[in-house]
């Protein structure tokens, strides 16, 4: 008799999730926004003769009913505390790698020469419009490159060293700051987060420490208040992944001691800020857009310098960490995010007196990024 009773456990289990499961659907509100995947979600697709003909309706319906399903973070990270049991070291393309690090998964396969060498090209021909001007450029290595050796043991990870020979044989007219050889040297430190696939406020100041080495700018670490400003951060990877054994990360800001007022404006001028950090932002998920707000089309930055040194910044996320430390040595600093932005580049330089520019990128966003070109020609 116990053993029927065990047996028609999992039926009974099974037909309740098909009846309840509809029924959530029915009694719950649909969600306009996912902080987890930092996106926003399908909503009820419309019913048409000619959307059910087209097969549209259902395409819609599918994406409605995957965004929607209730309670689908809780049931993603059960997935993955699942798989980790039974000894999974890949989730979602994220590698479960030691001391807690999420590291983001790049294969060789995915990586596009012909896109990397026309992002280039587009930079030195950017360099040669503009020979009036320093021109520089900062790519940031993943991860995964600088620590390899907490990686799964065997696990595929396209060698970005192939990414920076294209690269550098394709550049001309541009100071090339090489971040490698200073990371690796560094690879102790915490220099990228473990839930997160951008590098740490630690890591944005080394590479401003390099910077100051060839642009004769200070950049001792006591000149800084270093804040602690959240001990809860769990970023992108930790969004792919979901799971309850993902750690916590800490987010802290480098404030120079006795730093002069500035301002910040926001889309040409759109919104204002006196501080180029958005504490706002500490109560979302994405606590990373702490740093400048998120990314904008156009950012411009008016300090108390009055040094004639105005730079432009053509960038990713990865440089909102870092343009902080820049308010002490330029007069203005703008900010262009190629994602985003669909003006006129050489007259925005025009326009603003732009002497100086620097692209910063990581190197697996410039190896993929499809806006460079388009903007810079």
Same mark, same amino acid.
């Given at each position: 008799?116990?053993?029927?009773?065990?047996?028609?456990?999992?039926?009974?289990?099974?037909?309740?999730?098909?009846?309840?499961?509809?029924?959530?659907?029915?009694?719950?509100?649909?969600?306009?926004?996912?902080?987890?995947?930092?996106?926003?979600?399908?909503?009820?697709?419309?019913?048409?003769?000619?959307?059910?003909?087209?097969?549209?309706?259902?395409?819609?319906?599918?994406?409605?009913?995957?965004?929607?399903?209730?309670?689908?973070?809780?049931?993603?990270?059960?997935?993955?505390?699942?798989?980790?049991?039974?000894?999974?070291? /890949? &989730?979602?393309? @994220?590698?479960?790698?030691?001391?807690?690090? $999420?590291?983001? +998964?790049? #294969?060789?396969?995915?990586?596009?020469?012909?896109?990397?060498?026309?992002?280039?090209?587009?930079?030195?021909?950017?360099?040669?419009?503009?020979?009036?001007?320093?021109?520089?450029?900062?790519?940031?290595?993943?991860?995964?490159?600088?620590?390899?050796?907490?990686?799964?043991?065997?696990?595929?990870?396209?060698?970005?060293?192939?990414?920076?020979?294209?690269?550098?044989?394709?550049?001309?007219?541009?100071?090339?700051?090489?971040?490698?050889?200073?990371?690796?040297?560094?690879?102790?430190?915490?220099?990228?987060?473990?839930?997160?696939?951008?590098?740490?406020?630690?890591?944005?100041?080394?590479?401003?420490?390099?910077?100051?080495?060839?642009?004769?700018?200070?950049?001792?670490?006591?000149?800084? /208040? &270093?804040?602690? @400003?959240?001990?809860?951060?769990?970023?992108? $990877?930790?969004? +792919?992944? #979901?799971?309850?054994?993902?750690?916590?990360?800490?987010?802290?800001?480098?404030?120079?001691?006795?730093?002069?007022?500035?301002?910040?404006?926001?889309?040409?001028?759109?919104?204002?800020?006196?501080?180029?950090?958005?504490?706002?932002?500490?109560?979302?998920?994405?606590?990373?857009?702490?740093?400048?707000?998120?990314?904008?089309?156009?950012?411009?930055?008016?300090?108390?310098?009055?040094?004639?040194?105005?730079?432009?910044?053509?960038?990713?996320?990865?440089?909102?960490?870092?343009?902080?430390?820049?308010?002490?040595?330029?007069?203005?600093?703008?900010?262009?995010?190629?994602?985003?932005?669909?003006?006129?580049?050489?007259?925005?330089?025009?326009?603003?007196?732009?002497?100086?520019?620097?692209?910063?990128?990581?190197?697996?966003?410039?190896?993929?990024?499809?806006?460079?070109?388009?903007?810079?020609?």
């Amino acid at each position: 008799m116990m053993k029927k009773f065990y047996q028609i456990i999992p039926v009974v289990l099974f037909a309740a999730a098909l009846f309840v499961t509809p029924v959530c659907f029915f009694l719950q509100e649909d969600k306009e926004f996912s902080e987890s995947e930092n996106r926003y979600l399908a909503t009820k697709p419309a019913v048409s003769f000619l959307s059910i003909l087209s097969g549209e309706f259902m395409k819609d319906a599918e994406e409605y009913i995957d965004d929607q399903f209730p309670q689908k973070d809780f049931w993603i990270s059960c997935k993955s505390d699942f798989l980790r049991l039974l000894g999974s070291r /890949e &989730i979602n393309g @994220v590698y479960l790698a030691k001391d807690d690090y $999420l590291i983001e +998964k790049w #294969l060789a396969a995915e990586f596009d020469e012909k896109l990397l060498t026309q992002n280039a090209e587009a930079l030195t021909e950017f360099a040669l419009r503009h020979p009036e001007q320093k021109t520089s450029l900062m790519l940031v290595p993943t991860a995964g490159m600088i620590l390899n050796d907490k990686l799964p043991e065997g696990a595929p990870m396209f060698d970005p060293e192939t990414a920076y020979d294209i690269v550098l044989r394709n550049l001309e007219g541009i100071y090339y700051m090489d971040l490698n050889t200073l990371f690796a040297s560094h690879r102790e430190e915490s220099l990228y987060y473990k839930t997160d696939h951008h590098w740490t406020t630690y890591g944005a100041f080394l590479a401003y420490s390099s910077w100051c080495e060839i642009n004769g700018c200070s950049a001792e670490q006591n000149e800084f /208040e &270093i804040r602690t @400003v959240s001990e809860d951060f769990q970023g992108t $990877l930790h969004s +792919k992944v #979901l799971g309850t054994h993902c750690a916590f990360d800490t987010i802290e800001l480098y404030v120079r001691k006795n730093e002069s007022p500035y301002s910040v404006r926001y889309n040409f001028g759109k919104t204002q800020s006196d501080t180029v950090y958005a504490p706002e932002r500490l109560s979302q998920k994405d606590k990373y857009q702490v740093f400048l707000n998120g990314n904008h089309p156009e950012i411009t930055i008016e300090t108390s310098q009055t040094n004639g040194k105005h730079l432009l910044v053509i960038k990713d996320s990865f440089a909102n960490a870092f343009i902080p430390f820049l308010l002490n040595d330029y007069e203005t600093i703008h900010v262009i995010d190629p994602r985003y932005y669909h003006g006129d580049v050489d007259e925005y330089i025009r326009d603003n007196n732009i002497n100086e520019c620097l692209f910063l990128y990581n190197v697996k966003n410039f190896c993929e990024d499809r806006n460079i070109s388009d903007v810079l020609n």
